[in-house]
């Protein structure tokens, strides 16, 4: 991947025993080499992980300097205890880091398993070696991105570039996330940087809106977590507003582009998954409720068991659409599975199941298209299919 | 068991070829010697198959005299013509039964494949068959129970007898169900019969209430069925109207125990299912609410395959009950897992895994119990694991 990286940040990601198995990167350390603008979108969870509590109250805000991300432990469930250590680790960052560096200037991350206290002693070390490690270049980024990372096969990372009348502005991104996949972020963490010069305010408006299209439309198992934190980090290196007339919109059109690529790494790589699930909705009376449509159909045990099975079933598909809670008119209901129409106006339409059956077989994406009615609303979101793997997978023994 | 039946009815259960393996029971018969008053609980999908359409027109009502079902067979998304074959179906039932029955007399329900037209020939044989079998012994009745079964492994009766001041009073109910089951009653029919003597507004408003704290409280993967139906059909046999006093509020007390028996047999029989799943929560602002943070946290994946892995795995309990859509205290959250308390007041509590992990393997129901806060709302919700077995039946070829 040709991945380029906004100015202005510097990266590491180090090893330091919180997962079981050694050597495995489990601390990321992300530094802006000049005060930042950050924004923050959270979970929507009632229960929520220390580190998420303190990153809400310091953003969005226009001095931070870095972001501090441990997997293999949520620090979650953990009372008093957790919330001290979450600013113990911020404490640690801005004295590792030196420079003047406040703790206050400092944002955490967790991910991981939920209800254990956190190694202090290890993210210490963690913490210190990151600091001695940071780069800027790609293979600082990517080891970064790898110690974010849980049950994940692998890194979740894109890039994209705009040319504005005030010169180039880069974006880059890194996420993580498996199970426990909301949607509304559900356990996933995700940093974008960019080297645009943003307001606090602007950042988080931004940032807000494509969320909803990108990381608030995925899910694996629908289990909202404790600790989902997106966090969009501003360097302002490039000197470069992108907010005014048309580079405003290409920089939010690549802004979206960038996060709902990351976003669908997240169910294309979701435990045990066999296809990737895209649920496009068309024809609702708005856009918030075709999304509601999508994810009810997404989020259908049936529909994810039927697509693991290449099984062209299409009545859980439409019966899934009904119970969705946006009124729909049966109907007017029209689907397509993998381009194929199945149904029409709440008739069955004669199809080559084989045909269908083999085209789920042999692409890694199925798509699901449907037409709910006349409106303007549009929207979609992606899951994973549930598999034998999936069970097996999150019914070990893991307490 | 020692089932008592009610007076008034008759019944049938024969096999008539709707369904693929020969001799397989498909259809049932239940036949009021007079007219009867009956309600009806359904469905609240948006997308109803063409039984439900036709009940809901005849319900509640003080002259019913049958109620046909079909197994193998959903009549849904089946358009015009699906409508056409249910009111078929009535027409078939009062020309067998005779006896100046009128086809606006009878109720249908449907429950097997989606979108496939009904074999109309076999059905009309199947309930000219029927109509010559009915009888009303224990035999007769279970037949019946057996005529309406899809995936289920076996049967799903119940019976209740009540004393009153005017005489004895009995209840009786069939159910079916193990897949695409809720909440809100999923692929569930449920038939209770009794030999009170109830009017029309009085059998609807009972039956409303006790559905939603049985039927409505129970959930397989949650996917609303196109098909759902509970009918309790009143014969007035027994001469006695339940609805003075103490007398009322017994009868209601054995209805709704007599439903959640029925009810929970539902998922105890879940697809592929190890545990039977009960999730009680106290503490809510209202029953309603309890019900819903119940329905959440027992419909988790996560939290399924936890229980089948037999893994107390507590954090996916809270999380779940986290993103209830209830307001809810984290600070006041407190969860016992077959009977042993794993979390207090917002923090972990030390416990022996291992010896809750062998109570939940030596026990085929697990009991979650949650407290959420310090109001007076209480509410359940039973549903089942999410087993490999459940999966390899549901992504096993069937279009």
New interface residues.
């Given amino acids: 991947m040709d991945l380029q990286l906004p100015r202005g940040f510097r990266y590491a990601g180090v090893a330091c025993g919180i997962k079981k198995r050694a050597g495995k990167r489990d601390l990321a350390l992300i530094v802006a080499e000049q005060n930042a603008t950050c924004a923050g979108v959270y979970t ?5 992980a220390a580190p998420v509590v303190l990153c809400r109250q310091r953003t969005p805000g226009d001095s931070l300097r870095a972001v501090v991300i441990n997997s293999g432990n ?1 620090n ?4 008093r205890r957790g919330d001290e250590d979450a600013v113990e680790m911020t404490r640690l960052v801005a004295r590792a880091l030196g420079r003047g560096i406040d703790p206050s200037q400092v944002l955490v991350m967790s991910t991981g ?3 254990h206290y956190l190694p202090m002693e290890k993210i210490a070390v963690g913490i210190e070696r990151a600091a001695h490690q940071l780069g800027d270049q790609l293979a600082d980024f990517t080891a970064a991105a790898e110690g974010i990372l849980t049950t994940d096969k692998g890194i979740k990372i894109g890039c994209r570039t705009l040319a504005t009348p005030g010169g180039r502005i880069t974006l880059a991104g890194m996420a993580k996330g498996a ?2 996949i909301g949607p ?1 972020m559900a356990t996933m963490l995700g940093c974008i940087l960019t080297d645009a010069r943003l307001d606090p305010d602007q950042a988080q408006r931004l940032l807000q809106a494509v969320a909803d299209v990108s990381f608030n439309c995925i899910s694996v ?6 600790n989902d934190t997106l966090i969009l980090m501003a360097s302002g290196a490039s000197s470069t507003s992108p907010l005014r007339g048309d580079a405003e919109y290409q920089f939010v059109e690549e802004l979206k582009e960038l996060c709902i690529e990351l976003a669908k790494q997240i169910p294309a790589d979701g435990e045990g998954a066999a296809h990737l699930i895209e649920v496009a909705v068309a024809g609702a009376p708005t856009d918030e409720q075709a999304r509601e449509v999508a994810r009810t159909v997404a989020s ?3 529909v994810k ?2 697509i ?9 598909i ?6 969705a809670p946006v ?2 008119d ?1 109907r007017k ?1 029209t689907l397509r599975l993998n381009g194929v129409e199945l ?1 029409r106006g ?3 339409v004669p199809f080559d ?1 084989a045909m269908v ?1 083999q085209s789920m077989r042999e692409n890694a994406e199925t798509r699901v298209e449907l037409q709910v009615g006349n409106g303007p609303g549009k929207g979609w979101h992606w899951s994973s299919d ?3 793997e ?3 997978f ?6």
């Fill in positions: 929507r969870n009632q229960v929520v949520a979650a469930c953990t009372g398993v939920i209800g199970g426990m509304n198992e629908g289990h909202t977590s404790t259908s045990n049936l068991t039927a693991y099975g290449n099984d062209p079933n299409w009545g859980r439409v019966s899934a659409a009904g119970y009124a729909i049966p209901l149904f709440g008739e069955p199941a059956s549930l598999t034998v999936y069970v097996r999150n019914s070990e023994y893991t307490t």
